[in-house]
């Protein structure tokens, strides 16, 4: 059986781990997103070296077969690259095929919440529907639409994304450039 990395980026923390192509999580490890100084992609290309030395001590070094990315952020499917990370803006430009030189393995990147909502649907909670909502809830709030069982992008590539939809026109300025976004009043921290 063929194994991936499984990275997800996220707004304080960074989860990556082995997961088999029955979709079961192996180990996980859990960095700071902090990039002490370094760019993102020699940071990931550290986690990924990181993560490939403890499936090497488990027996999977030679069945890993690439690697996919979860970004807080606005990602170009097709082009592969991180148009916005407003949480995370060290991600902005980022492209897969950096990840991949760095890392030496194929390496495919999309929304954190996409991918979410796709694991869903194929081996969690959401398995057996093919139209789904999905939203989480962390530094931020995200979203992703499946209809089809496909992913709905839209043509701006973050349809479902809700946590920068201005919920207080004159509220709080958001990073993002808004005002009032929905998680400066719903996220974890706004929550705390």
Known sequence: MSHCIGIDIGGTQVKAGIVGEDGKLE???????GCDGASMTEFIAKICKAVLARAQA???ETDI???GIGVPGVVDFSAQKVLRAVNVPSLDGCESGNFSETCGLPVIMD??????ALAEASVGAARGYSDIVALTV???????????GQIYRGSSFCAGEIGHMSIEPEGRHCNCGNNGCLELYAARDAIV
Do not use: K, Y
């Open 27 to 33: 180990f996980t490890s859990v960095f700071d997103t």
């Open 58 to 60: 488990a027996g999977h």
């Open 65 to 67: 077969v690439g690697c």
């Open 111 to 116: 929304n954190d919440v996409n991918l979410m």
């Open 138 to 148: 962390g530094t931020g709030i995200g979203g992703a639409l499946l209809f089809g």
